[in-house]
């Protein structure tokens, strides 16, 4: 744990989950700058972090949405089970609407484009941990495009999923254990939530919104 706090003074601790060793490195660097802040724990998984995480108990977690094994967004929701108060900066590189709305849904403080982090990370951390969000115009613009529109249910992503990897409706209605029926059901219902012509363009919108990933 590195700190360049004022002697007495108690520094914000920070617990860095990302995935990508440089990133980790590069946001430790950012934050050991600062006299008034210090990394309290850094992993590459959200379900090592939630392991230690009443152990080092941070004021301030900084965490990746997309990584292997336990993502961000599924950690976060295990973190604010074990602390309703947690305070967690979610951070991604995709433009997609549908994590940051997940995340926010659950309860997260802020949400970062990982891009915007040299500029206003410092000025994030400070925010969520002086008890307010952090929601940038250009997070809170790309939530604003999607206002209104119905979330695809876990059913809907599913059979989206198996869409996506070149399945017929019979392969997909197999594989979910549903009628074919029920599978041009849910794309009925799927096309009308996306405004997709059909099923192709649906995935390339739900690729794009973050709904899927490759």
Do not use: Y
């Not at 600062?34 to 152990?55: I, K, Y």
């Amino acid at each position: 744990m590195r700190s360049t706090a004022p002697s007495g003074a108690i520094p914000i601790r920070i617990l860095i989950v990302d995935d990508h060793p440089m990133m980790r490195a590069g946001l430790a660097d950012i934050i050991s700058c600062q006299p008034d802040m210090c990394v309290a724990g850094e992993f590459d998984d959200g379900a090592r972090a939630l392991e230690s995480f009443e152990t080092l108990r941070p004021d301030v977690t900084i965490m990746d949405v997309a990584m292997p094994e336990m993502d961000g967004v599924l950690a976060l929701e295990a973190i604010l089970r074990l602390n309703s108060r947690a305070r967690v900066i979610m951070l991604t590189a995709m433009q997609g609407d549908h994590q940051m709305r997940r995340a926010l849904e659950l309860g997260a403080a802020g949400f970062m484009m990982k891009r915007s982090l040299r500029k206003d990370l410092i000025d994030a951390i400070r925010e969520v941990h002086a008890g307010r969000r952090w929601i940038p115009a250009d997070v809170a613009c790309t939530l604003a495009t999607h206002m209104g529109q119905k979330n695809l249910s876990d059913r809907e992503i599913e059979v989206l999923r198996s869409a996506a990897a070149g399945n017929s409706n019979k392969c997909i209605g197999g594989q979910l254990g549903i009628a074919e029926d029920t599978v041009k059901a849910h794309f009925r219902t799927i096309l009308t939530k996306l405004t997709a012509r059909d099923r192709t363009h649906a995935v390339a919108i739900a690729i794009k919104r973050g709904i899927l990933t490759l």
